[in-house]
């Protein structure tokens, strides 16, 4: 078999023609001996172009669903991909809804008119909302204390600014990096306006909290002086969440808590070391324990009217039981009392007993076990 046709081209059955006009060509097929042949037209159609456009190339400060617009003349199939190769078709539509995810997104447009001719645009869209954070509160320790808030940037690939607010209470540059020294203001909000590369921005606020310790915490001790051997609470009160170490742990049911019992033997002051994310104050209380002592009586006393030193009393302190007995020159008793309230007015039966030295015995049991006896002389002066 023998080709001969289109403009005497090759002897091939499928020839490749540049053409630039709608043309008629014509094909011819001939036997090996020259006695058959057909001859055939072939019509040659030049479609005209389409344009096709699959939109401008944006930057978007959002993910998630976006349509893109597609353009052509005359076309009858409008197609969109995500692979320059079409493997999957997103979908038919000139308005096309499709995902984009955080970065660039390709999308590809190819068109088809009625005969069969394609063409292909691309669109990229650049969605790059912004990523950061900010810590939603900061706690200062007292008023005034500076303190650093950082922006986080959530995306390795986010070139960041920033603009901090407001101005009296930012110490750095307002405008200078993603760390700003603030000034703790009860109450108050420190903002940040963060722009990424693609200007996409977004505004954060911390809340600025000062805990201020001092002026919120007291301690007490619910009874306080004590008597030797008697347990009371000492409590730290102000700050519901705080941990707080006593010391020393001498006398104490345990050294931790806000609320801890305490029954030292001896007069003894108590450290709260009260902390709380990351600030610490410390207070103390010294618990006064009346402690059970050799019981005291002078050796004198004037009991002519004048309530001055009339009266003559034992001076004891903490101490669970007294005996006090006078007794005169002949060993004879005058005065006797278990109560160191009650003393001795230099009476006996209702009288008066003259100036004289008397001597007197003196008993105390302290709640301990513990037992003071003394005796001594007194002497009675008018
Ligand atoms: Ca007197």
Same mark, same amino acid.
């Given at each position: ?5 289109i ?19 014509a +094909? ?17 159609n ?28 005359n ?9 320059r ?60 204390d ?19 607010s ?11 990096g ?65 941990t ?44 006064? +324990?009346?402690?059970? +002592?050799?019981p ?67 008993y ?6 513990a ?6 002389s ?5």
């Amino acid at each position: 078999m023998a080709y001969h046709g289109i403009n005497g081209a090759a002897n091939v059955p499928n020839p490749i023609l540049t053409v630039s006009t709608p043309q008629i060509y014509a +094909v011819t097929i001939r036997d090996s001996t020259g006695r058959c042949q057909f001859s055939y037209p072939v019509r040659i159609n030049i479609s005209p172009a389409m344009d096709a456009d699959a939109g401008k190339d944006t930057t978007l400060c959002s993910v998630g669903t976006f349509t893109v617009q597609g353009s052509a003349i005359n076309a009858v199939r409008f197609q969109w991909s995500a692979q320059r190769n079409f493997s999957t078709i997103i979908g038919e539509n000139v308005r096309q809804a499709v995902n984009l995810t955080r970065g660039n997104n390709l999308f590809y447009l190819r068109t088809t008119d009625a005969l069969g001719c394609v063409e292909i645009d691309s669109v990229a869209i650049r969605a790059f909302p912004l990523l950061a954070s900010v810590p939603a509160s900061i706690t200062a320790c007292l008023p005034d204390d500076r303190k650093d808030i950082t922006v986080t940037n959530g995306d390795p690939g986010q070139t960041l600014s920033y603009r901090w607010s407001p101005s009296n209470l930012i110490i750095s540059d307002p405008n200078a990096g993603p760390t700003a020294i603030i000034r703790a203001q009860t109450g108050a909000t420190v903002s940040v306006v963060v722009t990424n590369q693609a200007g996409c921005s977004a505004t954060f606020n911390t809340r600025l909290e000062v805990l201020n310790l001092p002026s919120i915490l007291t301690i007490e001790a619910a009874k306080n002086p004590i008597k030797e051997g008697e347990t009371t609470t000492l409590t730290v009160r102000g700050c519901q969440d705080c941990t707080v170490a006593w010391s020393p742990s001498t006398g104490l049911g345990n050294t931790n808590g806000a609320a801890v019992s305490a029954s030292p033997d001896k007069t003894t002051t108590y450290v709260a070391t009260v902390s709380k994310a990351g600030c610490v104050d410390t207070l103390s209380i010294t618990l006064v +324990v009346e402690e059970c +002592v050799e019981p005291f009586v002078p050796n004198a006393f004037t009991p002519n009217g004048d309530n001055i030193n009339d009266i003559l009393y034992a001076r004891l302190k903490d101490y669970q039981e007294m005996r006090m007995i006078i007794y005169n020159r002949w060993g004879q008793e005058v005065f006797d009392t278990r109560d160191p309230q009650v003393g001795w007015d230099g009476t006996y039966r209702g009288r008066q007993l003259p100036p004289d030295v008397y001597g007197y015995y003196v008993y105390v049991l302290c709640p301990n076990g513990a037992e003071f006896k003394k005796s001594g002389s007194i002497s009675l002066i008018r």
